[in-house]
């Protein structure tokens, strides 16, 4: 009992650490075939002929096939153009058939009876390419002259979007004391889930239903994308499941031309199909993160007071589009610039942009990670210009606790509001923890001693659980349908209750925290809750989880449908103990009545009684079992300040973590130790961003950061041991008063550490540096004046 704010251990590891659990590799089935799939060398080519014959002929080869076989089926759908613009959408096919945009695209495949097979026959499909001009940087395509990758996109322009006041900003920053300006490059990133991307499919021909298994966070929107608009078949006639998925990071969210082909595949060739992808796929055909090339200028009194933020965004969104891509750097970044600061005026431009790179859509934090860069980095900038503490800019500038809910600057976020806030207390408590005064000493008696220490700070807002509907859907934001979500609980005559979540859980632990909301909710053990998701056969449709909206949207479905359980249970105990359903109340899974707790029915004797049927009130239907879809009013907002501490080497330029500090409030917490692994895991994605991660193409479009040898993720001894704490601010807006978790230390940490490694060089007149900041290019920054500290 009381299960809420319990750190009980995962229930889905055991099957994790033991080997038990079935990932998409892990799939079998009856005369199962296997795909590979030939992919374009080239960044920009037009196809003109495609041999398949040797291939054909290859031993154990069953098939072979090329985009042209599948012209019947429709490109693949995007679901969130950029609201309130024109978007020029490019999506891609099941395989292309006549062009590609960036390399990696899929031109042919090869089915076969083992992936080795397959493998070793792609070799042998002969492919007649006329390669075309390159463009990779986002800003540069859109200069005149600059290769076209699309006739509907003229200068390579997918939308031109914007949001807040340009008039009232510009003459902010005519007013202000000080204007400063800066340029900002946020790299592009690959995500490196554990388990990359798979798909295997089944088609019955009797029923003429698919069955479709993949690495997916969002299977009933999978099922929707695929039915609806590329094959134009019921939804009734395909099921979709996502076995266990070795993480996402938003890269498993998105529709793929493999899923399709595999699905087509199946009915074409008479038996299942699956395909796993490589490493190497995985960093060229599934989708990349960030890149963004922005312009700012912030305005400033003397005091520090910010007066206007003006900021102008290239966002690269790849050769073709994601199926989400465009909402990103619009909607999800754009409209959370004002962060947690008070700024009179801001306006913001984004220029989505075609090249010949992969796909760029969320990749954890999603915008806001981009956003917060922006802000943070603009701070300590404010502070350097001016002589502040970096601490006093941020503090005068935060929106007052008493000003919530609160309503950002010139409508940029399209008339909702901040839900709750004490940006002041996070601040705080982690200046305590680290003992700031103590450090700053510190620092300086380390740098009379040729050593040097940086402290670095990030303070952030987030928006999670994307909402109302109304606002992220078509007539607002543009997002392609709703985004609410489901939950059923049904329980058994046993007492066991059985939970179906339209969540999907891929690592969140989405099977411990959604049982511990019903076992708090009926007052009965967290053991006798079972939690089922990722099949849309069982499961009410939901939208899956990404944005961390598990909790607030998820979470708060499940806790309405326990609700409704009590209340139906309430009634059919004043039935049981012939009493008025007044007199009653629900408390430690007994229905009572007031003042007479003998008086009373167990939850389990109601579910006895509700199974059976044998005496119900009249016009009540047996079982207990209730559904509820939940459309939040608002989004949530979580907040906080992350703390870095670095050593930069001056004769390396090497940078190590010594120490990070993060306070985060994501309000009402429903497991302590999983929030804590979830900002764990944040904080590493974030750091690795700041010094070690980004994806390089050379200027014919290859990605030469294309394997784990040259892209680089660090490993455990790169991070520090974390001092992580929270403050506790509810969330307004639902009933559990939940925020959201999953993408805080993302968001916070990077800027944390770049402004950490930024501080340590500021004897050195370095005032900024461009991610990932590589020891070579620390180095070189501070022996740019001859290494004079």
């Given amino acids: 009992m009381g299960v809420l704010g319990q750190s009980i251990k995962r229930r889905e590891d055991p099957r994790l650490i033991t080997g038990e659990a079935k990932f998409l590799d892990d799939i079998q089935l009856p005369g199962l075939v296997h795909a590979a799939i030939l992919r374009s060398p080239f960044a920009h080519a037009k196809i003109k002929s495609i041999n398949t014959d040797q291939a054909k002929a290859y031993p154990g080869v069953i098939g072979v096939f090329t985009g042209k076989d599948f012209m019947d089926l429709n490109p693949l759908p995007c679901a969130w153009a950029a ?32 992936r080795y097979i397959a493998e070793d026959a792609l070799a042998l499909i002969q492919v007649d390419w006329e390669p075309l001009p390159v463009v990779t940087d986002a800003k540069k395509a859109t200069e005149p002259g600059a290769p076209q990758l699309h006739e509907n996109a003229p200068n390579n322009i997918e939308c031109e979007w914007e949001c807040g006041d340009a008039a009232a900003t510009q003459a ?113 055909a599934t989708t990349h993160g960030r890149d963004h090339i922005t312009d700012i200028e912030i305005g400033v009194n003397k005091d520090g007071a910010l007066m206007g933020l003006h900021v102008k965004t290239y966002a690269n969104m790849g050769g073709i589009l994601s199926t989400i891509a465009p909402g990103i750097p619009t909607t999800l970044y754009g409209r959370l610039l004002s962060g947690p600061y008070k700024i009179p005026h801001i306006y913001c431009h984004v220029s989505n942009v075609y090249t010949n790179t992969a796909m760029v859509d969320a990749y954890r934090g999603a915008g806001r990670p981009e956003a917060t860069y922006v802000l943070e980095r603009a701070m300590d900038l404010v502070a350097n210009e001016l002589g502040m503490d970096p601490t006093a800019v941020r503090r005068k500038n935060f929106i007052p606790s008493d000003e919530f809910p609160y309503t950002p600057a010139d409508n940029i976020l399209a008339g909702l509001t901040y839900d709750s806030g004490n940006y002041t207390l996070t601040l705080d408590k982690a200046l305590d923890m680290l003992d700031y005064t103590g450090f700053r000493q510190e620092q300086e008696q380390a740098r009379k001693k040729d050593k040097y220490l940086g402290v670095g700070f990030s303070s952030y807002i987030e928006l999670c659980g994307v909402a109302p509907s109304a606002w992220i859907g078509l007539p607002g934001q543009g997002w392609g349908a709703g985004l609410w979500e489901s939950a059923n609980i049904r329980m058994h005559l046993t007492g066991k209750v059985v939970v179906t979540t339209g969540s999907q859980n891929h690592g969140q632990g989405h099977e411990t925290t959604m049982a511990q909301i019903v076992a708090d909710q009926l007052g009965i053990p967290v053991e006798d809750v079972l939690v089922e998701h990722s099949d849309t056969a069982g499961a009410p449709f939901g939208y899956g989880s990404y944005g961390s909206r598990s909790g607030a949207v998820g979470g708060v479905a499940v806790y309405r449908a326990a609700e409704r359980i009590k209340e139906k249970a309430k009634r059919l105990a004043a039935h049981m103990l012939e009493a008025n359903v007044q007199d009653l109340v629900y408390q430690d899974g007994k229905v009572m009545v007031k003042g007479t707790p003998a008086a009373s029915k167990t939850i389990q004797e109601i579910a006895l009684a509700s199974a059976v049927g044998y005496s119900l009130p009249e016009g009540m239907e047996p079982f207990l079992d209730e559904t509820s879809y939940y459309d939040p009013p608002n989004c949530t907002y979580p907040f906080g300040t992350h703390i870095c501490v670095v050593e930069v080497d001056k004769h390396t330029g090497s940078t190590r973590i010594l120490r990070y500090v993060a306070v985060d409030d994501v309000g009402n917490v429903i497991n302590p130790m999983i929030v804590d692994g979830q900002v764990h895991g944040g904080i590493a994605q974030g750091a690795a961003q700041a010094l070690y991660e980004g994806a390089v193409y050379d200027d014919n479009g290859t990605l030469v950061s294309g394997s784990l040898m040259d892209y680089a993720v660090p490993t455990a001894h790169m991070l520090p041991s974390y001092e992580t704490a929270r403050t506790v601010t509810p969330s307004p807006v639902n009933p559990l008063g939940v925020k959201g978790a999953g993408e805080t230390g993302t968001i916070a940490s990077t800027p944390a550490v770049v402004n ?8 050195f007149g370095v005032k900024h540096l461009d991610m990932p900041l590589t020891p070579e290019k620390v180095w070189r920054a501070m022996n740019s004046n001859g290494g004079k500290a």
């Fill in 756 to 763: 950490a490694v930024l501080d340590a060089l500021k004897p």
């Fill in 172 to 284: 902010a920053l005519d007013g202000a004391d000080v204007v400063i300006k800066q340029t900002l490059i946020n790299q592009r990133l690959i995500p490196n889930s554990m388990e990359t991307r798979g798909c295997a499919a089944q088609y019955n021909p009797a029923s003429e239903e698919y069955t479709v298994w993949m690495t997916s966070q969002a299977p009933h929107v999978m099922r929707l994308l695929m039915t609806a608009f590329v094959f134009g078949i019921p939804e009734t006639k395909m099921r979709v499941i996502s076995p266990q998925v070795g993480g996402g990071f938003g890269t498993k969210i998105y529709l793929y031309p493999e899923y399709v082909l595999m699905a087509a595949l199946s009915k074409k060739i008479g038996c299942p199909v699956k395909w796993s992808e490589t490493r190497r796929e995985n960093y060229i």
């Fill in 83 to 114: 609201g309130g613009v024109k978007n020029n959408l490019n999506t891609p096919r099941c395989l292309e058939p006549d062009r590609v945009t960036h390399t990696g695209m899929g031109v042919a495949v090869v089915v076969a009876q083992d």
